[in-house]
């Protein structure tokens, strides 16, 4: 068994007070359940061609759009 | 059910993934493209006012975006000079489930990732440094490679020293005993 780390309690309680703020409601068991499944691809998607029309005035990164 | 400590960590995640998958991206990349999301259409000048950022690295973080896929520009309606900027893809797809936590409200999340800015009080403090003290903040107490088996697709030398770092700020404390 290794060291055992902690969060400085300043820091802990910060982060508890401020995190409870911005999360003033419960998530869904979607949530995890997308969660999951992103953690699963090892890489981003770059198939945005694929998404559906291109406007002619748009521009991609030349890579981003293979 | 979820806790903070829980949600906190899959925001961070979904964001990481918003941003081609690099935990090195800063919370400060984060907050542009959450600002472009939350400004469809924007200019680059509006983003800077509204973020209140310099020229200089929001042009850097900008290419970055678009170089990435996570952005498209488009030719502006009145002036062919400037560029309107538009989320675009994978980066799309992944913010709005970093938004679905905060019922779909950008000044949220920008709450959320000026919250981690202002705790990890670095010049420029990275997604990988979030999820370290989110994992911790959830864990209570654990060591250092339990908490770093949670970042993925990081090199785990970069992972070591992000956490020896917070160890040096006094983030992160070691146990006595």
Not at chain 2, 62 to 85: E, H, P, S, V
Request: glycine letters at 6%.
């Amino acid at each position: 068994m290794g060291k055992s780390f902690y969060l400085s309690s300043v820091s802990h309680n910060a982060l508890e007070r401020g995190l409870s703020s911005v999360f003033d409601s419960g998530a869904s068991a979607e949530h995890t359940i997308y969660h999951q499944a992103a953690a699963n691809t090892n890489s981003p998607p770059f198939n945005l061609a694929a998404r559906g029309s291109v406007d002619t005035n748009i521009t991609f990164a030349p890579h981003a759009a293979l | 059910m979820t806790t903070d400590g829980q949600k906190a960590s899959y925001v961070i995640d979904h964001l990481i993934e918003a941003l081609a998958g690099d935990p090195s991206s800063s919370l400060r990349r984060a907050l542009i493209l959450n600002d472009i999301d939350e400004h469809p259409a924007t200019m680059q000048a509006e983003i800077m006012e509204r973020l209140q950022l310099h020229k200089s690295s929001l042009n850097r973080e900008i290419d970055w975006l678009f170089n990435y896929g996570c952005i498209m520009r488009q030719d502006g309606k009145d002036d062919a000079r400037t560029k309107t900027l538009q989320i675009c893809g994978y980066s799309k797809k992944a913010l709005d489930a970093a938004l679905d936590y905060f019922e779909g409200k950008h000044e949220k999340l920008k709450g959320f990732v000026n919250l981690f800015t202002r705790i990890l009080k670095q010049e420029k403090p990275t997604l990988r440094d979030a999820k370290i003290i989110a994992t911790l903040y959830e864990k209570k107490e654990a060591d250092k490679q339990d908490v770093l088996d949670h970042l993925v697709n990081s090199a785990p030398s970069t992972d070591n020293r992000a956490f020896n770092r917070l160890i040096e700020t006094g983030l992160i404390e070691e146990k006595d005993g």
